[in-house]
């Protein structure tokens, strides 16, 4: 498939435009395996690649935090994400926006665990006690935990059950999330809650549907999201 020229350049550029972003990573692309093409005995290393694009929504907003509303927060995020695996060890990398990230834990037929944050934490630890800017990696910090749970429904579709617990790194404007505002700049939250999703093949591609709710500790409210995935 062949992307116009034109069709790329907005798309990259609205990529190093809308800065950071550390949501839960996708648990549709880190609970899917490929299948095995050896015997169950032996072990195989598998790579896939998931994208997924979520889409954010608040309510019930008690307060602001660092002179920012929750409200100014960007409503939409594309993530780019590629998993190893090795029995029930599962691994990889991503970008969420243009922030990088990484993820670790356990991934078996029904249950899973996963570990992941952002490069900034290892990043803080080269930073100079005496540097002025020391706090510009360590304040960026994005990280959290999940929990999964999934079975089948039939033979091909996957039903899911998701909780987590997150300093979520996030883009702001100081236009209620309009892309094209100067005024641009990275705040954190922390937050915890759960969700559900439904998984099933489409040719030889997977296609997840995520649903999250949040409880946003820093900001007190109510938060939604939807997240669309295919694993390749």
């Not at 350049?9 to 809308?18: E, G, H, P, Q, T």
């Not at 990889?92 to 944050?117: I, R």
Request: charged content about 15%.
């Amino acid at each position: 498939m062949k992307l116009n020229p034109k069709i790329s350049f907005v798309l990259i550029y609205l990529f190093f435009l809308v800065g950071c972003a550390t949501h839960p990573p996708s648990a549709v692309a880190f609970m899917t395996t490929k299948k095995q093409t050896t015997s169950q005995d032996t072990l195989k290393t598998n790579v896939q690649v998931g994208i997924s694009l979520l889409a954010l929504g608040s309510i019930n907003v008690e307060q602001t935090n660092n002179n920012h509303s929750l409200y100014d927060e960007l409503n939409a995020a594309f993530t780019i994400q590629a998993s190893l695996r090795y029995g029930y060890l599962a691994y990889g990398f991503g970008f969420q926006m243009q922030c990088p990230f990484g993820y670790v834990g356990f991934a078996s037929e029904h249950f899973g665990t996963m570990l992941w944050s952002n490069i900034f934490p290892l990043m803080s630890l080269f930073e100079k006690l005496d540097d002025k800017n020391s706090n510009l990696f360590s304040k960026n910090m994005g990280f959290g935990a999940s929990v999964i749970e999934q079975f089948k429904v039939g033979k091909e579709t996957t039903v899911g059950l998701t909780q987590h617990i997150s300093r979520t790194l996030a883009p702001f404007t100081g236009n209620g999330g309009d892309y094209t505002s100067n005024r641009l700049t990275n705040s954190y939250y922390y937050e915890f809650g759960g969700g559900v999703y439904l998984s099933f093949p489409l040719s030889n591609q997977t296609v997840g549907i995520e649903t999250r709710y949040s409880r946003n500790y820093t900001y007190k409210a109510d938060q939604f999201s939807l997240m669309v995935d295919f694993v390749i």
